[in-house]
């Protein structure tokens, strides 16, 4: 059993590369259903890179757009990191006067919701419950034919139930969803779940509800296209092994002319699948029938999973495939006893070398097209051998369902098309892509007017001297269950994950991750409590404190070459002293002329 350790004493310290008009703020400030129909422009929801990383965009990638369309457009900090948390998050504002949540991205969900000031059964989350009374916009909606009803056939309610046996339940309402402030496109009256009962991984996680991005009347997709304000389209793009980061577009693009499209039919399950035929491995295709990857749902694309999940016989085919080609490697136990991952060591902790090390994946679809899984999109970092990765591809169970989860398209602009009933496909720098997204500013747009939109992947430029800014010192003690010598082995590991949990963009704050406990770590930490934690700002310096060391420096060198000239001086005078001393009287002494007396 592990021993509890007395506290850790950690310092972190981090180079903040904001604007120079930007200050070190230290203020506490899985089911679905039917698409529609439309043709509506886009709105954009960015993934914001945790932290900010040089460009690695691929040089076949470079200087491409993606053009968008005609309507205003609201754009989205999106956060976290998809293996760390399981999830990336978005922001969204509910009601008059706003109120803040942080929701799960999750396109296998149709309801968006959060938990209600009503709920006894919600866990403790991100930000403060909502509070319908506080919103002068808030309706809730009533019972109808429509809609399932309370038992006093008063209110329409919804109820949720996950894979993972998690479950959400609660009352529906009408409110003003608002996108930020900066977005193009107005607050809109949209409908959303009010929590009453959570359970499982729901109660427990840090975000505070889910953003149901699926196929159905109640998907905040669906009722914005009915509205008329996007288009039936939007595209994911999740970072990639080392960074989180990436860019959610709510409405159509235009696509790049190699994006890899995928037919995928609506009817077939209430999930966005796709046609999926075969899968290479190092360029030899599984021996199976094609028909395995149609069972029950058929291969099914869900952000809200974080990894992948074949059927038996397409797993023990993969896994057997990708064994033979990673001989050179060392198979290892996975970091977490309970679970019996596929683990290699040697293959280093570049990750841009991976692909030397395990092969090339190839998804091939019903229309001939191929799309290549990089390394980075099917394995995980072992938490405990470092240079040691996992397989992220795991067998569903009895499931005959293929179940592609987040892993699989991590450096890849997914696009779903349901106007067109396809999902294409886009190898990029995902990380990246948001902040080459060239839009018409929120102040200059309108109904009336045409936009263009275009997504560059240009490598941004480097940051001028004026962008750096100040180094920042945080000191917290941390509690854990982990025993000591596993600690040691994942020390630095711990010291880089919580730099990543904490590093900000200017969007966020140090002090308030810290204070509302918004640090995560992976499970293979065992259980785990910050405490103590003091932040010191940069010290504002007077002259004397930023120059003081050179000025002593150039005393001291001023003192030394005056003391060195002052022996050479008296030295010089003692020799003269000596040369023209009088000898005794009886001394022989060469003949000279007289001084004048």
């Given at each position: ?7 850790i ?8 590369c ?22 509506r ?32 457009n ?14 990336y ?6 009601g ?82 608002s ?34 991005l ?6 905040i ?19 990639g ?30 999930y966005?699948?796709?046609?999926l ?7 030899k ?74 092969p ?7 229309n ?8 980075e ?67 200059s ?5 045409t ?46 994950i ?11 704050d140090?002090i ?16 785990y ?12 310096r ?46 022989m ?9």
């Open positions: 059993m592990a021993r509890a350790l007395s506290p004493q950690a310092t972190v310290f981090l180079l903040l904001y604007s120079s008009a930007v200050q070190f703020g230290l203020s506490t400030n899985g089911l679905l259903a039917p698409p529609h129909n439309g043709a422009p886009p709105m954009v929801l960015p993934l914001f890179p945790s932290p900010p990383n040089s460009s690695r965009a691929s040089p076949d990638s470079r200087r491409r757009h993606l053009q968008g369309s005609d309507k205003p609201a754009r989205m900090s999106l956060h976290d990191d998809l293996l760390l948390n399981g999830y998050t978005t922001r969204l504002w509910i008059t006067q706003p109120q803040k949540f942080s929701l799960i991205v999750d396109t296998g969900s149709t309801v968006t919701y959060v938990p209600c000031s009503t709920c006894d059964q919600c866990g403790k989350h991100q930000d403060p419950k909502f509070q319908p009374e506080e919103s002068s916009t808030y309706q809730p909606v009533k019972c109808n034919i429509d809609c399932n009803c309370d038992d006093s056939r008063v209110q329409c309610v919804y109820e949720r139930q996950y894979a993972e046996m998690s479950s959400s339940s609660g009352v529906l309402g009408e409110d003003v969803v996108f930020g402030n900066l977005s193009a496109l107005p607050p809109q009256r949209v409908v959303f779940g009010c929590e009453n009962v959570e359970t499982g991984d729901l109660y427990s996680q840090h975000a505070d509800g889910i953003m149901g699926g196929q159905g009347d109640l998907s997709v669906d009722q914005l296209v009915g509205k008329g304000v996007i288009s039936d389209s939007f595209s994911l793009c999740y970072g092994m080392e960074i989180g980061g990436g860019a959610m577009v709510l409405g159509g693009i235009s696509p790049p002319s190699d994006m890899v499209f995928s037919y995928s039919d609506a009817g077939r399950s209430p966005y699948n796709i046609d035929k075969e899968i290479h491995v190092g360029g295709p599984l021996h199976l029938n094609p028909k395995i990857f149609d069972g029950k749902y058929g291969s099914v694309l869900d952000s809200g999973t974080t990894y992948a999940y074949l059927p038996e016989d397409a797993f023990l085919a993969f896994k057997e495939a990708v064994m033979q080609e990673v001989q050179s490697l060392k198979q290892i136990r996975g970091p977490d006893p309970n679970y019996k991952d596929i683990c290699f060591s040697g293959a280093g902790s570049d990750i841009s070398q991976l692909s030397s090390s395990f090339a994946v190839d998804m091939v679809f019903g001939g097209q191929k799309f290549t899984l990089s390394p999109n099917y394995l995980f970092r072992h938490s405990k051998v470092r240079g040691a990765y996992c397989l992220g591809i795991f067998q569903n169970g009895k499931d005959p369902t293929t179940l592609l989860g987040g892993i699989i398209v991590r450096n890849t602009l997914v696009t779903y098309d349901r106007e067109h009933s396809k999902i294409g496909f886009w190898k990029t720098n995902c990380s990246e892509l948001w902040a080459r997204l060239h839009l018409s500013s929120p102040a747009s309108t109904s009336n007017r936009h263009n939109q275009s997504i560059d992947v240009t490598p941004s430029p480097a940051p001028t001297p004026s962008e750096e800014i100040q180094v920042g010192q945080i000191t917290f003690e941390m509690s854990s269950s982990m025993n000591v010598s596993d600690l040691k082995n994942l020390t630095i590991e711990l010291v880089q919580v730099a990543h949990e904490l590093d900000v963009n200017i969007t966020q140090i308030s991750r810290l204070s509302e406990d918004r640090v995560q770590l992976p499970k293979s930490f065992g259980s409590q910050f405490s103590k934690w003091h932040v010191e700002p940069p010290e504002t007077t002259w004397w404190q930023k120059h003081y060391l050179a000025v002593v420096l150039a005393v001291t060198a001023i003192f030394l070459i005056g003391l060195s000239a002052s022996s050479a001086w008296l030295l010089w005078r003692w020799s003269q002293r000596t040369v023209n001393s009088y000898k005794p009287v009886d001394a002494i060469p003949e000279q002329e007289l001084q004048p007396l």
